[in-house]
């Protein structure tokens, strides 16, 4: 089983829509986690980190469910610009002065005019 | 302005030749991190250093070589003994320190065996 599974999609949505992805983690001792987003033929942006408590930046909201081991990131009025793939990120530290950084293999979304 | 700068943005190779792939930060951060992305693949890290002279193997080590001299700079030689080296290649830098802080990562290198 991969340490971080996503849904590679692709998603279709037409702008406006709401959209939401999930993401399951298998290390329980994993620590932070992060959604990145990737454009096309570019290297991956920190698109926000996630809280124990959910948190939200402007039309995003990223939730984290530890008993459950998954992370959902939800986009609100989609825009055209949201096209991107987006990456699940969980880090953790398996020793003292050492940590590691896994990264899902993305989903791929487009907006549709 | 502070940043990661990965040069060159796209690197031919011929068979049997070494390459070296630059990676240099201003961000003052102690951790930086070399990663490889196959197409419809997650990123998989090669080599990671938190400190000067010292690196760490990651999952994919095998025909990859390191040096981190400098707290700024974290070079990455792809040898001959890396069998499959087409590849986008992402240098990334982080703090190391608070959990809750992400890495940013360099424009990447576009490597093609020709």
């Known amino acids: 089983r991969k340490e971080v599974e996503q849904d590679p999609g692709p998603f279709n949505v037409p702008e406006g829509a709401t959209v939401a992805f999930n993401c399951t983690y298998s290390?329980?001792?994993?620590?932070?986690f992060f959604w990145y987003r990737q454009d096309c033929r570019k290297e991956p942006k920190l698109l926000m980190s996630v809280y124990s408590s959910g948190n939200e930046d402007g039309r995003f909201t990223a939730q984290l469910n530890r008993a459950s081991q998954y992370i959902s990131l939800l986009i609100r009025d989609s825009k055209l610009s949201d096209s991107a793939t987006y990456l699940c990120?969980?880090?953790?530290?398996?020793?003292?002065?050492?940590?590691?950084?896994?990264f899902g293999t993305g989903t791929r979304l487009t907006i549709i005019p | 302005d502070g940043g990661i700068t990965q040069s060159p943005k796209y690197l031919f190779r011929k068979e049997g030749q070494n390459v070296t792939l630059s990676c240099e930060q201003n961000?003052?951060?102690?951790?930086m991190y070399w990663y490889r992305q196959d197409p419809g693949q997650g990123l998989r890290l090669i080599y990671y250093s938190q400190i000067v002279n010292d690196f760490q193997k990651g999952d994919i080590a095998e025909g990859y070589s390191v040096s981190r001299e400098k707290k700024e700079s974290f070079p990455l030689t792809v040898t001959s003994a890396q069998k499959n080296p087409t590849a986008f290649y992402l240098c990334?830098?982080?703090?190391?320190?608070?959990?809750?802080?992400?890495?940013?990562f360099g424009s990447g290198t576009r490597l093609t065996v020709v």
């Open positions: 961000l003052n951060h102690d951790a």
């Open positions: 990120v969980v880090r953790r530290r398996p020793s003292l002065g050492n940590e590691k950084l896994t």
């Open positions: 290390n329980s001792a994993s620590q932070s």
């Open positions: 990334a830098s982080g703090t190391g320190g608070s959990l809750n802080y992400g890495y940013t």
